[in-house]
């Protein structure tokens, strides 16, 4: 971001770069830098909060006032990531033959299409379409009770799954909760679902079976276990 | 190849606090002067936005894995797909609001008010990835999305990181 901001402003753009690594900025000294400390993935602070976005963007655009640059400016607001999980009721069981994680995908359809409906597109299709999350979930079922990674046919790679999976989730989630506060979906998807737990199960699996680093780490958060 | 830096981190969940510790103590391309363009006045100035989110519309091209590419963005286009391949940050902002990451909406809203002259024809997403002496950036992908939007009249630019 910060080596952009450089390089448009060489073309004769004049940047103004939302930064979310002060110390980044800090060294690496873009003409114009907005710091908003906020959840990593919301550069403009608050999803829904038009107010709050326009704050950002005329505090952003009052830096072209500045007589010299670099300038680096905080905003004034701090946004904690949130460590607890979305309050996001879970369906109950519908069918008792499927794995948990399985009964699970297929019970949140209706949320994700609800959420499908207001956007009218889903980031979920990078390995497979949202018809085929319950049976990806059913691959990672296998994976993670010790059938072999690349064995069981994936629909593409595991972090292409692994995203596709989390999405359809966390999409689905935007419609259960009122509001979704920064890393609290993934916290949710991690630790409360089948699902998330599941791919997870499956993530130690595919380290256990010596699958390349690549593949297995980017499945979930680095700081994932 | 070194991808989205924000990438390692080492303690809590996705945890932005050792994303940003990781990402502040890793190398950073050397810059040894900073350019400083000037543009008309804000009432005046056609803004553009520039985001490292790995957006890109249906049907267009994914983003590989290290990608240093861009994807053009069609101002008052929603179909926004989000293609990163990192699973460290906040993805459930996007997903309720991609103006969240991508403001096309506000920045019609204040083109509308006067507040500034025009909302650019075309936005640009890159993925957020560089290699360790960021060339391609610097003198590829990065001058060619330069060249675009001086092609559209666009003064002014703001970036957004994930």
Request: charged share 20%; with cysteine; proline share 7%.
């Amino acid at each position: 971001m910060c080596v952009l901001a450089h390089v448009l402003e060489a073309a004769g753009l004049a940047t103004i770069a939302l930064v979310s690594n002060r110390g980044v900025a800090e060294r690496m000294h873009p003409p114009r830098a907005l710091f908003g400390e906020f959840p990593l993935g919301r550069p403009l602070g608050i999803p829904n909060d038009p107010e709050f976005q326009h704050d950002v963007l005329r505090r952003a655009f009052a830096l072209l006032d500045e007589p010299s640059v670099p300038v680096l400016v905080d905003h004034p607001v701090v946004i904690e990531i949130e460590e607890e999980a979305l309050a996001c009721a879970l369906p109950p069981r519908f069918d008792a033959s499927l794995p948990p994680a399985v009964d699970e995908a297929r019970a949140l359809r209706a949320a994700f299409d609800r959420t499908l409906e207001k956007r009218g597109v889903t980031s979920v299709g990078r390995a497979t379409d949202p018809d085929g999350i319950p049976d990806l979930v059913g691959l990672l079922v296998r994976i993670a009770a010790g059938e072999k990674w690349d064995e069981v046919g994936l629909p593409g790679d595991p972090i292409s799954c692994a995203h596709d999976v989390r999405t359809y989730y966390e999409e689905a989630a935007v419609a259960l909760a009122g509001g979704v506060g920064g890393g609290s979906a993934e916290v949710w998807f991690s630790d409360v679902t089948e699902g998330g737990r599941t791919l997870l199960s499956a993530r130690r699996q595919m380290k256990e079976q010596e699958a390349p680093f690549a593949f297995w780490f980017y499945m979930a958060a680095g700081a994932r276990s | 190849m070194a991808v989205a830096a924000a990438d390692a981190c080492q303690d809590g969940r996705v945890s932005d606090e050792s994303a940003r510790a990781y990402a502040a103590a890793l190398p950073v391309p050397e810059f040894e002067t900073t350019a400083m363009a000037t543009p008309p006045p804000l009432s005046q100035a056609r803004v553009a936005i520039v985001t490292t989110a790995a957006l890109h519309h249906v049907g267009d091209q994914d983003f590989t894995f290290d990608d240093t590419g861009f994807r053009v963005i069609e101002q008052g286009r929603t179909d926004l797909v989000l293609g990163h391949w990192s699973p460290n940050f906040d993805r459930a902002g996007f997903a309720a609001d991609p103006n969240v990451v991508l403001p096309m909406h506000r920045l019609q809203e204040l083109a509308d008010a006067g507040t500034i002259g025009s909302v650019a024809p075309r936005h640009l997403s890159f993925a957020g990835n560089q290699e360790d002496t960021v060339t391609r950036i610097r003198l590829d992908s990065g001058p060619a999305a330069g060249e675009l939007l001086k092609g559209d009249g666009v003064d002014v630019v703001v970036l957004t990181p994930v």
